[in-house]
C-alpha cells in the first residue's frame, strides 16, 4: 500500500511487525480496560507520528471509528438494559451512566484494533509478506489471504474509478451536491460488484494455472531482510502472549 517503509521502521520484518500487532491487539481485548486502551491508543498516535505514518493512519482510522463510534452511542448509549444511573429520558430512550460507559470501552477497545492493523497494513509491503511467508513455507493460501487483505482496499477503490470514468465517458450524468452523490453510488455498484466478482473468478484461474494448490516446495525471487534476532523475539513475544491469556483467563 505504500511504495518504500518508513526509516525508522525499515528494518524490521513484516512478520515482526505483524506479531506485534496481534500481540497488542489480542492483550488490550483481553484485559478489557478502557484506561489501558486510552492508554495504548496514546502510544500507538506517538509511535506512529514518530515514525511518519500518523497523517495516513490516524484519518483512516477515524474515517471508520466515527460511525461506529456514534453506533455504539446510539446502541448502547440510549438504550442498555443494565443500565440503572439515568442521566436523561426521552420516551423509550434512556440516556445511562452505565451504558455510556460501555460504549466508550468497547469504542477504545475497538479502535486499538483498527488503529494497530491499519498501521501494520500502510507499513507492510505484501511482496514483502509474501516472500517471507513463502520462505518459511507457510500454507500458501493462508499467505494469499493475508496479503489479499492487505491490497483489497486500494483495488476496490482503483476498480471503482475505473468504472466511474467509464460510465462518464458515456455520458452518465447523475448532478451534483448529496443527491447526485447517492445517485452515482447506485449507478456504480452493480458494474463494480459484478467486474470485482469476475476479477475474483480469473484471479482464482491464474492460481490454479501456476500450480497454487500444489504440494511442492515453492521459492521467491524476493529477498527480505529478517534477522535471527527477530525470529527469536517474535518467538518470545508470542510464547509471553500465551502465558498472559493462560495466567489471565486461568485465575478467573
Known amino acids: 500500500m505504500v511504495s518504500a517503509a518508513p526509516p525508522r521502521l525499515g528494518r524490521l520484518s513484516p512478520l515482526t511487525v505483524l506479531c506485534a500487532a496481534v500481540v497488542i491487539a489480542v492483550t488490550t481485548t483481553a484485559l478489557n ?4 486502551s486510552a492508554g495504548v ?7 506512529l507520528a514518530s515514525v511518519g505514518l500518523g497523517r495516513k493512519v490516524l484519518p483512516a ?16 448509549g440510549l438504550f442498555f438494559p443494565e443500565g440503572r444511573s439515568v442521566l436523561w429520558t426521552f420516551g423509550p430512550a434512556r440516556v445511562t451512566a452505565e ?6 470501552s468497547m469504542g477504545l477497545r475497538t479502535a486499538v484494533f483498527v488503529v494497530v492493523f491499519l498501521a501494520f497494513s500502510f507499513h507492510v509491503q505484501p511482496a514483502d509478506l509474501m516472500a517471507l511467508l513463502t520462505k518459511y513455507r507457510t500454507p500458501p493460501q493462508l499467505g494469499f489471504v493475508l496479503c489479499s487483505a492487505l491490497t483489497i482496499a486500494p483495488a476496490i ?4 474509478r475505473r468504472v466511474a470514468q467509464a460510465q462518464q465517458a458515456r455520458g452518465l450524468v447523475t448532478g451534483s451536491g448529496l443527491r447526485g452523490r ?6 456504480q455498484a452493480v458494474p463494480l460488484v459484478l467486474a470485482l466478482l469476475h476479477e475474483a473468478g480469473s484471479r482464482a484461474d491464474s492460481l490454479e494455472a501456476r500450480g497454487f494448490g500444489g504440494r511442492s516446495r515453492r521459492t521467491s525471487y524476493r529477498e527480505v531482510t529478517d534477522s535471527r534476532a527477530q525470529q527469536v523475539f517474535r518467538t518470545m513475544l508470542l510464547a509471553a502472549l500465551l502465558a498472559f491469556l493462560v495466567f489471565w483467563y486461568g485465575a478467573r
Request: aromatic share 10%; no cysteine.
Open 33 to 36: 480496560s478502557w484506561a489501558v
Open 99 to 104: 451504558g455510556l460507559f460501555f460504549a466508550a
Open 41 to 47: 491508543l496514546l502510544g500507538l498516535a506517538v509511535l
Open 61 to 76: 482510522a477515524a474515517v471508520i471509528m466515527v460511525p461506529f463510534g456514534l453506533s455504539l452511542l446510539l446502541t448502547h
Open 157 to 160: 477503490a482503483a476498480r471503482a
Open 182 to 187: 447517492l445517485a452515482a453510488v447506485r449507478e
